[in-house]
């Protein structure tokens, strides 16, 4: 930009101190203008606004009328000028900043769309898929092997209407090979204790719940148990070990049906490698699928069988009580 002269002022023409002063202008204004709208408008913040409006309608209706008020006010007119001629670089770049910098920020992140409804039930398979959480549910031994447990998964009903019936299946694409899939649903007016279960959802047969309630968040799967068949010494023993798991069941396709809706999903190769990665990095191990409203059992629904609980601590052999402790001695023979 050609440096402004502040002798060019006092032209009746329109000058280049006129462009100057209402460009510049014109770049502060914009943008504390457009950042307060926003802040009155979807941040409820009022206050912050109108400080910032207060500030920036001054500035730009200033900016843009300088030719006609700048003979009426030399002193300004003069220090208007100055400051342009100072600050426009810097006016220029913070403006380049404000403008281009959020379209920057949004390429360089990964976009993450809001998964797309299947019929009435909104999945959370494609995010797991992308590495943002487990579709495989898979625990660690104490000798650090993963065990694969199957597959899951979380949806939400999102309609006003319940959901009476389901069914669905994991299915091997090497053996063709099919494992049922369970709702996690809560036994009816009863609570479990915390040592026998982590949380209060089982393992049930669809046509043994209610359904899924209406707006229901709920949980899928194809683990059966409610507890995992634990030793002392080598930790989880259920599920399958990885190497046994990939070998009979990567890749596969989980196929589930509903009512208004039916999902067919096939689980490449890679993605499943990209769970058990994501496994081995992380420490977060453990998922609480608990919500509500819920999934219901049936009182008729199959009963839980729990595993057996070992013992912990070895029980001690009993000790022969110390008389001489007490004062008195032992009989002899």
């Given at each position: 930009m050609p440096e402004v002269q502040g002798s060019e002022a006092a032209n009746k023409a329109f000058t280049w101190s006129d462009a100057g002063v209402a460009i510049v202008g014109g770049l502060i204004a914009a943008p504390l203008c457009d950042a307060s709208w926003h802040a009155i408008v979807g941040e409820n913040e009022t206050i912050r606004g109108l400080v910032g409006l207060a500030f920036g309608l001054p500035i730009g209706i200033g900016a843009f009328t300088f030719h006609w008020w700048k003979n009426h006010l030399p002193s300004v007119r003069n220090?208007?000028?100055?400051?342009?001629?100072?600050?426009?670089?810097?006016?220029?770049?913070?403006?380049?900043?404000?403008?281009?910098?959020?379209?920057?920020?949004?390429?360089?992140?990964?976009?993450?769309e809001a998964p797309a409804p299947i019929g009435p039930i909104v999945w959370n398979i494609e995010d797991n898929a992308k590495g943002l959480g487990y579709?495989?549910?898979?625990?660690?031994?104490?000798?650090?092997?993963?065990?694969?447990?199957?597959?899951?998964a979380h949806g939400k009903n999102i309609t006003d209407k319940p959901i009476q019936h389901l069914t669905g299946y994991m299915r091997s694409d090497l053996t063709n090979a099919q494992i049922p899939i369970y709702l996690l649903a809560q036994e009816p007016g009863s609570t479990k204790i915390a040592a026998c279960f982590p949380h209060p959802w089982i393992p049930t047969a669809p046509d043994e719940t209610y359904g899924i309630p209406p707006f229901a968040e709920f949980n899928v799967g194809t683990y059966e148990k409610p507890t995992l068949a634990i030793s002392p010494t080598e930790g989880?023993?259920?599920?399958?070990?990885?190497?046994?798991?990939?070998?009979?069941?990567?890749?596969?396709?989980?196929?589930?049906?509903?009512?208004?809706?039916?999902?067919?999903?096939?689980?490449?190769?890679?993605?499943?490698?990209?769970?058990?990665?994501i496994f081995e990095k992380t420490n977060?191990?453990?998922?609480?699928?608990?919500?509500?409203?819920?999934?219901?059992?049936?009182?008729?629904?199959?009963?839980?069988?729990?595993?057996?609980?070992?013992?912990?601590?070895?029980?001690?052999?009993?000790?022969?009580?110390?008389?001489?402790?007490?004062?008195?001695?032992?009989?002899?023979?």
């Amino acid at each position: 930009m050609p440096e402004v002269q502040g002798s060019e002022a006092a032209n009746k023409a329109f000058t280049w101190s006129d462009a100057g002063v209402a460009i510049v202008g014109g770049l502060i204004a914009a943008p504390l203008c457009d950042a307060s709208w926003h802040a009155i408008v979807g941040e409820n913040e009022t206050i912050r606004g109108l400080v910032g409006l207060a500030f920036g309608l001054p500035i730009g209706i200033g900016a843009f009328t300088f030719h006609w008020w700048k003979n009426h006010l030399p002193s300004v007119r003069n220090w208007v000028v100055q400051q342009t001629n100072r600050w426009w670089p810097a006016v220029l770049i913070g403006t380049f900043v404000y403008v281009v910098g959020p379209h920057m920020y949004r390429s360089a992140i990964v976009a993450i769309e809001a998964p797309a409804p299947i019929g009435p039930i909104v999945w959370n398979i494609e995010d797991n898929a992308k590495g943002l959480g487990y579709f495989i549910n898979m625990v660690e031994t104490q000798g650090h092997d993963i065990r694969v447990l199957g597959f899951q998964a979380h949806g939400k009903n999102i309609t006003d209407k319940p959901i009476q019936h389901l069914t669905g299946y994991m299915r091997s694409d090497l053996t063709n090979a099919q494992i049922p899939i369970y709702l996690l649903a809560q036994e009816p007016g009863s609570t479990k204790i915390a040592a026998c279960f982590p949380h209060p959802w089982i393992p049930t047969a669809p046509d043994e719940t209610y359904g899924i309630p209406p707006f229901a968040e709920f949980n899928v799967g194809t683990y059966e148990k409610p507890t995992l068949a634990i030793s002392p010494t080598e930790g989880a023993m259920d599920g399958a070990l990885l190497a046994d798991f990939k070998a009979a069941f990567a890749p596969f396709t989980v196929v589930i049906e509903y009512e208004g809706g039916r999902l067919e999903r096939r689980f490449s190769q890679n993605e499943i490698d990209r769970q058990f990665s994501i496994f081995e990095k992380t420490n977060e191990k453990t998922f609480n699928p608990l919500s509500s409203p819920y999934v219901l059992r049936r009182p008729n629904a199959r009963p839980v069988d729990l595993e057996p609980l070992h013992s912990i601590i070895p029980l001690a052999s009993p000790v022969k009580p110390d008389n001489s402790a007490t004062g008195t001695a032992t009989p002899k023979d």
